[in-house]
C-alpha cells in the first residue's frame, strides 16, 4: 500500500458536480511564521515571513519587553457573496492567522524601533543601546 495520494483531477470534478458536493477549505488556523534573527553591536534585525499579507493586515505590539507580531486576512467581498452563480472546485488558498511573540534583550531602544514590508517579509530594525558599566564603590564605614 503506498502512502501517497492518487491524483484524480477528473474523477473529482465529475463528482463534484454529479453528486453536488463541494470542496470546503481547512478551517483557518494559526501559523506561527519563520523568525530570521540578526545582531550586531549596533542593532537587533529580525525578519518575519508574512506572505501575501498586506502591511495594513499586519499588527506590532510592544508590551513591556514582549514583542508580538501579527497578521490577518479578512476574507475578500468577492468570497462573501456569490456574484456569480459558480462553485469552486478545489480551494487550498485559505486565509490563516500568523502570530509570533519575542521577548526582547533589556538593551534595546524601544522607542526607536522601526518596521518595513517588502515582497511578504515584515524586517523590524531594533537600535541597542550603549551598556552601560555601573561600577559602584562602597566605601566601609
Given at each position: ?12 470534478i465529475?463528482d463534484?458536480?454529479f ?9 483557518p488556523?494559526?501559523?506561527?511564521p519563520?523568525?530570521n ?5 549596533k542593532?537587533?534585525?529580525?525578519q ?10 499586519i499588527?506590532?505590539?510592544?508590551e ?5 507580531v ?8 468577492e ?11 478545489r480551494?487550498?488558498i485559505?486565509s ?11 538593551n534595546?531602544?524601544?522607542t526607536g524601533?522601526?518596521a518595513?514590508c517588502s515582497n511578504?517579509?515584515?524586517t ?8 552601560e558599566?555601573?561600577v559602584?564603590n562602597?566605601?566601609i564605614?
Amino acid at each position: 500500500m503506498s502512502t501517497l495520494t492518487q491524483l484524480r483531477p477528473f474523477e473529482d470534478i465529475v463528482d463534484l458536480f454529479f453528486n453536488e458536493r463541494s470542496y470546503k477549505s481547512p478551517a483557518p488556523k494559526s501559523i506561527t511564521p519563520a523568525m530570521n534573527a540578526k545582531a550586531s553591536d549596533k542593532e537587533l534585525i529580525l525578519q518575519f515571513e508574512l506572505p501575501g499579507y498586506d502591511k495594513s493586515e499586519i499588527n506590532i505590539n510592544l508590551e513591556d519587553r514582549l514583542l508580538a507580531v501579527s497578521a490577518e486576512k479578512q476574507q475578500s467581498s468577492e468570497d462573501k457573496t456569490e456574484v456569480e452563480k459558480s462553485v469552486w472546485v478545489r480551494r487550498e488558498i485559505s486565509s490563516a492567522k500568523y502570530e509570533r511573540k519575542v521577548t526582547l534583550p533589556e538593551n534595546i531602544d524601544t522607542t526607536g524601533i522601526s518596521a518595513r514590508c517588502s515582497n511578504g517579509i515584515l524586517t523590524l530594525t531594533l537600535p541597542k543601546v550603549a551598556k552601560e558599566d555601573k561600577v559602584i564603590n562602597i566605601s566601609i564605614n
